[in-house]
């Protein structure tokens, strides 16, 4: 069985889109390890379908722990075995590459987003001249790429020259099916909740215009708020619904499993994907949270955002907004509430994409890509 080794610089719990490669992985006969970073609060994690270990750090913020988790992850590579190394992401590259040269091991790059786009690492003239140039050493030199839409392949194929293949990040498909009541999770029965889910609830992605969206003098009276997951800017939401006294129309949940989600999700009546068009990561983003919407059958409200104007419209799933005016955010919900016809359009339409719009389809392109790591079975002599 040929091992491959995956790399995240998160704590793999909710990365959906590594655990669902590691599961094509696995079922297409590889032994599949994925090491992430242990936090204080990461949740015990052992899928049937990968090893996982997870590095304890001493730093958990900024430049010095990217290089304490670089240094850790090379040296773990380097006196380990496997026969294929996947990095995900800039923030892994370089152990990866590094440790693929020495032990002369295949390496594939799966690119999640464009980093070097990114509002985090722009905002940052010195941050973001030491990815751009990490970037520029190590991305020309890759021979096998993924990345996750058809605008960020033309992205990073016109600036350097590469093809990349293109896995979205696509949820498995579930069937309609009962779910948990709504008071099993502590979810009011008589709102109409608009959800907000990630795990990187950031910074230019319309969460806080979603929030004040909420204010009572927009009139949403019998609507609740729910964010589910983790970001930068959390901790300022939650300052705001304090400061606006908005605790009975904003509720917060931490980051859960795929399948907890699913459950709740089931119970939004709208789903929220407002990334904002302010860098180039964002521009060309296709959020996974707009196909999690569609599988539960919850209509989204989203931005007008090239690859997500285009499956919201292909598909007639959902409402665009004009711009993140908060009071314009709210009428828009509004709408959606309101018209019952529509909203049952769009509900109907985002079950049967989601028959599409899902792993199981995009996993064809995995297998193919992935495929030529395996060992080749030797020719039958008769």
């Known amino acids: 069985m040929r091992t491959v080794h995956l790399s995240v610089i998160n704590d793999v719990f909710t990365d959906q889109r590594v655990n669902k490669m590691a599961q094509t992985l696995n079922a297409m006969g590889f032994d599949v390890y994925i090491t992430g970073v242990k936090r204080k609060h990461s949740k015990a994690y052992s899928p049937g379908y990968a090893r996982v270990r997870r590095i304890p750090m001493l730093f ?17 590579l380097l006196f380990n075995r496997y026969d294929l190394l996947v990095s995900n992401d800039l923030d892994t590259l370089l152990p990866n590459h590094l440790a693929a040269l020495l032990r002369r091991k295949p390496l594939v790059y799966d690119a999640h987003e464009y980093f070097t786009g990114t509002p985090e690492v722009v905002s940052r003239p010195l941050v973001h001249r030491f990815w751009k140039t990490l970037e520029k050493i190590l991305f020309p030199r890759q021979q096998t790429i993924i990345t996750v839409n058809h605008s960020m392949a033309a992205l990073y194929g016109s600036e350097y020259g590469k093809k990349l293949h293109v896995v979205r990040n696509l949820p498995r498909y579930k069937a309609p099916r009962g779910c948990i009541p ?8 008589e709102k109409d909740i608009i959800l907000l889910q990630g795990s990187g609830i950031n910074i230019d992605r319309g969460a806080e215009e979603l929030v004040m969206a909420m204010r009572p003098e927009y009139g949403l009276k019998h609507v609740l708020l729910l964010i589910i997951g983790a970001g930068d800017v959390v901790p300022k939401l939650k300052t705001m619904v304090k400061k606006e006294g908005l605790h009975d129309r904003v509720w917060f949940l931490d980051k859960m499993s795929p399948e907890s989600l699913h459950e709740y999700t089931i119970h939004a009546k709208i789903g929220a994907s407002l990334d904002k068009d302010s860098n180039l990561n964002y521009r060309f983003s296709l959020p996974n949270k707009l196909f999690d919407y569609m599988m539960a059958g919850v209509p989204q409200l989203t931005t007008r955002l090239p690859e997500v104007e285009a499956v919201i419209t292909k598909y007639n799933t959902g409402m665009l907004i004009r711009n993140h005016d908060p009071a314009h955010i709210a009428q828009c919900i509004g709408e959606m509430l309101a018209d019952k016809n529509r909203w049952n359009t769009w509900h109907q339409n985002s079950l049967n994409a989601a028959k599409e719009l899902c792993w199981e389809n995009e996993e064809k392109t995995v297998r193919d890509i992935y495929k030529r790591f395996l060992p080749s079975r030797p020719a039958i002599v008769r």
């Open 60 to 76: 958990h913020r900024k430049f010095l722990f990217y290089a304490e988790y670089n240094l850790k992850l090379f040296f773990h």
């Open 182 to 189: 709504a008071d099993e999770l502590s979810l009011p029965s």
